[in-house]
């Protein structure tokens, strides 16, 4: 999956880091987010280790507001927070986006199937980023 979905994805206003999802970090393998504080993105690593080999680390890493740091969006895990994200954006607790096997083989699309209004994505990741793109912005009501 490309990076560029992975940036479209933390540049919506509904994004966050949660724990459980897999961040692709330039000076690490990945990074599985344990928590996140204010200001701090904790979690655990692999990384190739000085000696040879790899090791493990848990690592305390400044929150990622750059394109350095993205979510992998091949993992289940955070696909799974990523679908939280746009169910709480969209306030709608049980809301899925739509796959349209018979007809486009593994199309999915964010609204009901309608011929007047589709449009298709070619994977759930894809499905899901569009989904919070077009999330209504909850701030402008309040």
């Known amino acids: 999956m490309s990076n560029e979905l992975a940036r479209r994805a933390v540049a919506c206003k ?5 724990p459980g999802m897999l961040a692709k970090h ?5 990074v599985r987010v344990s928590h996140v504080g204010r200001t701090r993105m904790h979690g655990a690593c692999r990384y190739a280790s000085p000696m040879g080999g790899v090791s493990n680390a848990v690592v305390a890493l400044p929150l990622p507001t750059s394109s350095d ?8 895990a955070t696909v799974g927070c990523l679908l939280g994200l746009v169910r709480l954006a969209r306030l709608d607790p049980a809301w899925l986006p739509t796959c349209l096997d018979g007809e486009a083989l593994g ?3 964010v609204e ?3 011929r007047n209004r589709q449009t298709r994505h070619e994977n ?5 980023v569009a989904a919070l793109e077009a999330a209504p912005d909850l701030e402008e009501g309040a």
């Open 14 to 18: 509904g994004w966050r880091w949660l």
């Open 26 to 30: 330039p000076d690490f393998r990945d």
């Open 69 to 76: 740091v993205l979510p992998d969006l091949t993992d289940p």
């Open 107 to 109: 199309a999915w699309v």
């Open 112 to 114: 009901p199937p309608s």
């Open 124 to 128: 759930y990741a894809a499905a899901l």
